[in-house]
Structure formats: C-alpha cells, structure tokens
C-alpha cells in the first residue's frame, strides 16, 4: 500500500492573478468497494499573511531593541535572559556572560541583599 501526506499546505493562482494558500486535509475512504481519496480544502491566505506580518514586526522590534543607546534587560525566574549591546557595554561585560549567570550577580553586594520587606 502507497503511503501519502494526509495534510498539507499548498499555493494557488486564482483566475485574477491573485496567490492563496490553502491547507489540504486527505483521507483514504472506501467508496462503493473502491479505497478513494476524501480531500478538504481550507483557505489559509488570512492566517498566512498574519503570520508574515507577525514575523516582520518582531524583526523590526528585535532591530529596535537590540541597537537601542539605553540598556535593556529581560529577567525570568532570577536569571536575565537578554541584555541588547548598549547594556552590555554600560555593565562592561559581554552578553553571553551577562546571560549565563543570575542577574544578582551584577548589582552591588549592598544593594543585592536589599529587600523591601522589612521586620
């Protein structure tokens, strides 16, 4: 028995020259003692088209960020996870060595036991 992809993505030209994306759902059936193919069209060019909008926007943010002359940091869970290059060159450490340690690490020992909490 031929084995074959039962869903997948697939472009089309319409008459008025315009490109859709369609995603196509198959099934082998047995049709009056015959095994035929059942196949479902979906029209995906809408959920393509926000996904390339998405994907440009965060290039555009990421170009934004990373070339910023203020610092920017992200933390998560005690650990920071991105520093863009003008953090790295006020720090005075490489990115890599900011993003491989716990943020802590970097502040002042006085001001890292610092707590707003007090007894």
């Known amino acids: 028995m031929k084995t074959f ?4 993505e697939l472009s089309i030209i319409r008459k ?13 059936v047995l049709w ?15 959920r393509k088209q ?5 994907q440009e926007s965060e290039e555009r943010y990421r170009i934004v960020v990373e070339n910023a002359h ?8 005690m650990k920071l996870v991105f520093a863009n290059r003008a953090a790295a060159e006020q720090i005075g ?21 610092w707590s707003p909490i007090t007894a």
């Open 16 to 28: 008025d020259g315009k490109i859709r994306y369609l995603e196509v759902f198959r099934k082998q």
């Open 93 to 113: 450490y490489s990115k890599k060595t900011l993003t491989s340690g716990v943020f802590t690490s970097f502040i002042l020992p006085m001001i890292a036991g």
């Open 50 to 54: 926000a996904e390339k909008n998405l």
């Open 5 to 8: 992809r039962q869903n997948y």
């Open 32 to 46: 009056n003692g015959e095994m035929q193919f059942q196949a479902l069209y979906a029209d995906i060019t809408e």
């Open 70 to 77: 203020e610092a920017i940091i992200i933390t998560q869970d």
